[in-house]
């Protein structure tokens, strides 16, 4: 089945968590997460606004320090580890807001996230022909993403989907074995949604990822398994069927949001949700949904 370095059974884990908690000033955050990503898998990380899920990010990259819990990568403790160490150790993430260069080229946003990752060989630029190999592999990676024939362009006026694709393209740049992307389709029209998943499906082969998803058709769509985090904790976890035709997840979402996550290509019978539909965190319950904007990645796309 899958292609792995190290022996690929059901147990092979490149990520666990056990206990994983942070508090802020004594609120909960993330509580007792014990998450466990198989390798090579698409795993999606799912759950209302103010869930955790990019807190447990941060938590990964090692961004914050957990409260207590521990963290295996590949089977070493890494709950303790710099961030540097961790990305070298090739856990890598997007933002969940786009963070690229915008006023430069395409292309030389891929070369800057190129040289990070080899900044720290020495033999990479003894070698006569590596500003060369540089841009090639530069344009190799846009290739990959579909982005070739932006190269030249100054990145602040890529359309917004093909920003997230050279997100992408430079986070593949520093090569990792663990992708963390969190909201990889946020904002995005259909037409983005759907190539930036079958971009993620791409560039699955060989390495693991883990997203963070509003969406569910892309969460339907692409992923292996799910888990769905509420309140800083688990709530359920497993194939897609099988979670959303769970009470206590349905519960969790309530509503036309328990629906939409029934049919996830289906049609939303609540209006679409304006743009500026951020958690409205404590705020007045809106159309049964007392979390908020769960769904509002799928509701943008498919009303
Ligand atoms: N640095 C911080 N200090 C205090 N509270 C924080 C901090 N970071 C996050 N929180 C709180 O922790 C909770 C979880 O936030 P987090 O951003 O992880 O949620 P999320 O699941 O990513 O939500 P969203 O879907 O809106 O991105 C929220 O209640 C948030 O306000
Ligand atoms: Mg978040």
Avoid at 45 to 60: D, R, S
Avoid at 217 to 233: E, H, N, P, Y
Wanted: proline letters at 5%.
């Amino acid at each position: 089945m899958e292609e792995t370095p190290i022996l690929a059974n059901e147990h092979d884990y490149i990520l666990e968590t056990s206990g994983m908690t942070k508090e802020f000033r004594g609120f909960v955050a993330v509580n007792e997460v014990s998450l466990k990503v198989r390798r090579g898998h698409i795993h999606a990380l799912i759950g209302p606004n103010g869930a955790g899920k990019t807190t447990c990010f941060n938590l990964l990259t090692k961004f914050l320090e957990p409260t207590r819990g521990e963290i295996r990568f590949n089977g070493s403790d890494i709950t303790r580890e710099a961030p540097e160490r961790i990305a070298r150790r090739g856990v890598v993430r997007s933002f969940q807001i786009s963070a690229v260069f915008p006023n430069l080229s395409v292309l030389e946003n891929v070369r800057i996230a190129l040289q990070r990752k080899l900044g720290t060989s020495f033999h990479f630029w003894k070698a006569g022909r590596s500003l060369d190999r540089l841009n090639e592999r530069a344009m190799e990676l846009l290739a990959a993403v579909g982005l070739e024939s932006y190269a030249t362009m100054r990145t602040g006026d890529l359309p917004y989907g093909r920003k997230r694709a050279l997100e992408i393209a430079t986070t593949l740049a520093l090569d990792p074995e663990l992708l963390l992307l969190d909201e990889p389709t946020q904002g995005m029209g259909h037409e983005d949604v759907d190539r930036v998943m079958q971009l993620i499906k791409q560039v699955s082969a060989n390495r693991t990822i883990l997203m963070v998803e509003h969406n569910m058709k892309v969460v339907s769509g692409i992923s292996d398994r799910i888990t769905v985090l509420a309140r800083g904790s688990i709530l359920a976890e497993g194939a897609y069927a099988e979670v959303s035709a769970n009470p206590s997840v349905i519960e969790a979402y309530m509503g036309s949001e328990a629906a939409a996550l029934a049919s996830p290509a289906g049609h939303e019978e609540t209006p679409p949700a304006p743009a500026s539909f951020a958690a409205p965190r404590g705020g007045q319950p809106a159309l049964g949904a007392p979390q908020g904007g769960f769904l509002r990645g799928a509701a943008l796309q498919e009303a």
